[in-house]
């Protein structure tokens, strides 16, 4: 006899439920990193319990070191978005797109001049960080979210720890620096038309290296970079691709058209 889907369901949820109600603070203690959010309403989903995301973000949380040359690697994605590392990406997106132009291949939007290319991407590329940039301290602003305690970071295990989590907003929910990685890696992907094995270094390798290493140094949890991910996506979706690519090319060769 097959199980029926609303038992399988109930006990799902239900030994969820328990490994929360056992992650809980005893009463009259002081909040934990990792329990007390979740009486956030951004964080008590149904996909936020029905996943354990609270569990699996304790998790990499109470991590408590890793080998030096290994969190070497963890602090570079961290650190990859901080406000003092940006001039860094506009100029590989205009060495990449460069190098495709020259070397024969699409530039992986409308058809522009090839020695415009680069230009246009480096201009378009600016202008997706500030809309992403304006679009995560929006919704940091209306899901008011806290974030995991500074306090609580051990800077011996964690060597990098005050470096990552410097420059940082008040506010934790959408993760800023996820939903920028997912820019990089979605621009790199459709405007500077990567290869196939960077793109899957990209979306499986660094991608998911900022997003540990921002909830490993305790500046997000895990619920933030999933948001950062979704936000990103979509303005991708319904902002860059549909909107923002367009209007940039035409001022682009209009200005071009005016200086000729």
């Known amino acids: 006899q097959k199980p029926k889907s609303g038992k ?4 799902l949820t239900g030994k969820i439920a328990n490994l929360s109600s056992r992650m809980q603070p005893p009463a009259g203690s ?22 354990g995301l609270t569990a699996i973000g304790a998790a990499i949380h109470n991590i ?3 080998p030096h040359l290994v969190e070497l ?6 650190y990859a978005f901080n406000p003092i590392m940006f001039p860094t990406w506009p100029v590989l997106v205009h060495k990449l797109t460069t ?3 020259a070397s024969g291949h699409s530039p992986g939007h409308l058809a522009v001049p090839g020695s415009d290319a680069a230009r246009i991407n480096v201009e378009l590329y600016v202008a997706s960080v500030l809309v992403t940039l304006l679009s995560t301290e929006v919704c940091k602003g209306a ?8 306090a609580s970071v051990n800077f011996t295990t964690r060597r990098y720890g005050r470096l990552v989590a410097s420059l940082k907003s008040k506010h934790s929910f959408p993760s800023g620096d996820v939903a920028q990685a997912m820019n990089l890696c979605m621009f790199m992907a459709r405007f500077v038309a ?10 499986g390798l660094f991608l998911p290296g900022v997003a540990f290493a921002r909830v490993f140094y305790r500046c997000h949890w895990i619920e933030d970079c999933v948001g950062g991910v979704c936000l990103s ?11 923002l690519t367009k209007t940039i090319i035409m001022i682009h060769l209009a200005v071009e058209k005016c200086i000729s």
């Open 143 to 150: 899901f008011a979210t806290t974030r995991p305690r500074a």
């Open 194 to 203: 990567v290869e196939q094995r960077t793109k899957l270094m990209l979306f």
């Open 64 to 66: 408590e070191a890793l």
């Open 73 to 78: 690697a963890v602090f570079a994605c961290g």
């Open 99 to 101: 190098w495709r132009v």
């Open 233 to 243: 996506w979509m303005l991708h979706r319904y902002v860059l691709q549909a909107t």
């Open 30 to 51: 002081a909040p934990l990193d990792g329990l007390d959010h979740e009486r956030e309403w951004a964080y008590s989903t149904v996909l936020t319990r029905s996943l």
């Open 8 to 11: 399988i369901w109930k006990d």
